[in-house]
């Protein structure tokens, strides 16, 4: 028997929060919950069967600190609230909701979007040594930049060190111009957009000049003992065992690092073996480390990205 429920929103700006740019957070409410979703000005119509109704009204209501301040709503926050309810987590999605991380230079806030997200934040906090392994766009490397630059302007280290393996994924180095900082700089732009969010970029470069903030390749790695830093090993799954082990006894006193990649995009040759995946296996079970797994469903960027990572999942299964 189909049925019908009229939830009324306080204004303009709360329907146009809860409708999602092209009504894309509609659409998405409706594959979550089977029911038909119809806005009319300020009124929400939901249709279908008394299950259906009752599941989009509560995420409907779950997602009410976002529209009724008319904040806008993505896909993962849809996501995480039908996960929330399902799991009977409604009240760790508030606290989830409400632990602000940090303010870009804008004023945006930065939260978890995701309990995993959550969660790989508070291993960051509490452990020395981190691994976050996951897909494109679950916020790794993001995360891990924002938790190290806390840490710096709050002076509890005193250098932030940004690293990751020089592999190339079509271009030699070569043959790209400039000098071998020059040549690896695009690898590493990831890291120094991540930066800019929270530091104005005249200031990163005065940091960079007095060494407060590194920015190398791996390789520069070799030879080095980090003490009093917040390091960041990115893409990962590009470094062979031997450098993954490299790096991970470079740890000093009074440091912390984070390693972050993705085990399905490894650019190495078909026959070299990850040194992520290889220190998976090995040190799955060293007390003091942590390893964190992000999923598709932990996906922050635009909603396609969410549906190409799992497509490829599927093909590649």
Not at 152 to 164: H, P, S
Not at 293 to 311: E, S, Y
Request: proline content about 3%.
């Amino acid at each position: 028997m189909i049925e019908a429920f009229k939830i009324e929103l306080p204004n303009v700006s709360s329907a146009l929060a809860l409708a999602g740019y092209q009504e894309e957070n509609l659409k998405t409410l409706a594959r979550q919950t089977g029911a038909q979703l119809v806005l009319r000005g300020q009124d929400l119509l939901i249709s279908g069967t008394e299950n259906q109704i009752d599941l989009c009204r509560r995420l409907v209501r779950s997602l009410e600190d976002f529209w009724k301040h008319g904040k806008s709503i993505s896909q993962v926050d849809i996501l995480t609230a039908r996960h929330a309810l399902d799991t009977h987590q409604t009240d760790e999605l508030q606290d989830l909701r409400h632990d602000v991380l940090a303010k870009t230079r804008r004023g945006e806030e930065i939260r978890a979007k995701t309990f995993r997200q959550r969660q790989y934040i508070q291993a960051v906090r509490n452990h020395d040594l981190t691994f976050c392994i996951g897909p494109a766009g679950t916020g790794k490397t993001y995360l891990a930049a924002v938790l190290a630059v806390q840490a710096l302007l709050a002076n509890q280290y005193e250098r932030l060190i940004l690293t990751r393996p020089a592999v190339e994924a079509g271009e030699k180095l070569g043959f790209l111009p400039g000098d071998l900082l020059q040549k690896v700089d695009p690898y590493l732009r990831p890291l120094y957009d991540a930066l800019y969010e929270f530091i104005e970029p005249e200031k990163i470069t005065n940091l960079m000049e007095r060494g407060v903030i590194e920015i190398a390749p791996l390789a520069y790695m070799r030879g080095r003992t980090l003490n009093h830093a917040f390091v960041i090993l990115d893409e990962a799954q590009n470094t062979t065992p031997s450098q993954m082990k490299m790096v991970l006894t470079r740890l000093g006193f009074r440091s912390r690092m984070v390693v972050t990649g993705d085990i399905t995009q490894t650019d190495l040759p078909t026959n070299q073996a990850s040194g992520l995946a290889a220190s998976q296996k090995i040190l799955q079970h060293v007390e003091g480390i942590a390893f964190c797994n992000l999923t598709q469903a932990d996906v922050v960027r635009h909603a396609l990205v969410q549906r190409i990572v799992a497509a490829y999942e599927k093909y590649e299964n």
